[in-house]
């Protein structure tokens, strides 16, 4: 993540963004910002395949994502990797407040 220019971001920001693809095609939206006990930061993705009425929430690390200005690029996952990860449930993990600052690395196309 540290070669990839993280970049500030309210943690209000990325709630409700399209979590994408290379290929631009929407993963899920990011539901949850949540710290573990380790100090790790990871999104919480509404995880969903285009044939599927119903959806599973997935955890994905902030070091496998980067900001595409409104959207967040899925960089170092992929698809497949939604689809095999367990649903997520909550443990230890802290719900981050909507105006927390963290990190997030820079995205390109």
């Given at each position: 993540m540290?070669?990839?220019?993280?970049?500030?971001i309210?943690?209000?920001?990325?709630?409700g963004?399209?979590?994408v693809?290379d290929d631009?095609k929407?993963?899920?939206?990011?539901?949850?910002?949540?710290?573990t006990p380790e100090?790790?930061?990871?999104?919480?993705?509404?995880?969903?395949r285009w044939?599927?009425?119903s959806?599973?929430l997935?955890?994905?690390p902030?070091e496998?994502v980067?900001?595409l200005?409104?959207?967040?690029?899925?960089i170092?996952m992929?698809?497949?990797?939604?689809?095999?990860?367990s649903?997520?449930?909550?443990r230890?993990?802290?719900?981050?407040?909507?105006?927390r600052?963290?990190?997030?690395a820079?995205a390109?196309?």
């Open positions: 540290s070669r990839r220019f993280p970049q500030e309210r943690v209000g920001h990325l709630l963004a399209e979590v693809a631009r929407v993963l899920g939206l990011v539901r949850q910002v949540v710290q100090g790790k930061v990871q999104l919480i993705v509404s995880y969903r044939f599927e009425l959806s599973k997935v955890c994905v902030i496998r980067g900001s200005g409104p959207q967040v690029g899925s170092d992929e698809e497949t990797e939604y689809r095999a990860a649903p997520w449930v909550q230890d993990e802290q719900p981050l407040p909507p105006d600052v963290i990190r997030i820079l390109k196309r």
